[in-house]
T-cell receptor, first 109, second 117 residues
Framework: AQRVTQPEKLLSVFKGAPVELKCNYS??????LFWYVQYSRQRLQLLLR??SRESIKGFTADLNKGETSFHLKKPFAQEEDSAMYYC???????????FGQGTTLQVKP | NAGVMQNPRHLVRRRGQEARLRCSPM?????VYWYRQLPEEGLKFMVY????????ESGMPKERFSAEFPKEGPSILRIQQVVRGDSAAYFC???????????????FGPGTRLTVL
């Protein structure tokens, strides 16, 4: 079955510390993977997608097919990065997204 | 562009009543998705629609739930005879015409929070 797992419900770091939000997926084909973010009192929005190989707001994510992972990383966390982060998988080519449970990132001053 | 609109933002129903949730996609978008988020869980796909067509309803409960996206007007998610377990946040998302998958971004609405008493 297709599944996305985010093992950490809450990740708390100090400003300036490196951040890694973990995401593992279960899918036998070629996955399309995304990170979506929800800042306080805002709607869910796309942060980045693996197909673009881009860096947004200093965040990067590399698809590791061997480990079936798509961890989100940032070398130096900022307070404004505090938000809920969701990893998502599109396995069907219809845009049907399978979401992980989400990780709350808390960046302390 | 106002973005994806959902109304109402909050809806309270008693057990056995009907709930109607509306979603207006972004201007020019022709794909609509509905997701449900139960407390302490991630978003779960329910249904994918294009104008006048249900493309994928694999995530919809077999009974009481239905969705439509008419030629004119918003997409509607309808829940008949609501039960306490239907209490959740319901999110709508839209994407532009063309291929729906392949890494296309979905734009989300603010959600409707349904509470069943």
């Amino acid at each position: 079955a297709q599944r996305v797992t985010q093992p950490e419900k809450l990740l708390s770091v100090f400003k300036g510390a490196p951040v890694e939000l973990k995401c593992n997926y279960s899918y036998s084909g070629s996955p399309e993977l995304f990170w979506y973010v929800q800042y306080s009192r805002q709607r869910l929005q796309l942060l980045l997608r693996h197909i673009s190989r881009e860096s947004i707001k200093g965040f990067t994510a590399d698809l590791n097919k061997g480990e079936t992972s798509f961890h989100l990383k940032k070398p130096f966390a900022q307070e404004e990065d505090s938000a809920m982060y969701y990893c998502a998988l599109d396995s069907s080519n219809t845009g049907k997204l399978i979401f992980g449970q989400g990780t709350t990132l808390q960046v302390k001053p | 562009n106002a973005g994806v609109m959902q109304n109402p933002r909050h809806l309270v129903r008693r057990r056995g009543q009907e709930a109607r949730l509306r979603c207006s996609p972004m201007k020019g978008h022709s794909h609509v998705y509905w997701y449900r988020q139960l407390p302490e869980e991630g978003l779960k796909f329910m249904v994918y629609l294009q104008k006048e067509n249900i493309i994928d309803e694999s995530g919809m409960p077999k009974e009481r739930f239905s969705a439509e996206f008419p030629k004119e007007g918003p997409s509607i998610l309808r829940i008949q005879q609501v039960v306490r377990g239907d209490s959740a946040a319901y999110f709508c998302a839209s994407s532009p015409p063309g291929l729906a998958g392949g890494g296309v971004e979905q734009f989300f609405g603010p959600g409707t929070r349904l509470t069943v008493l």
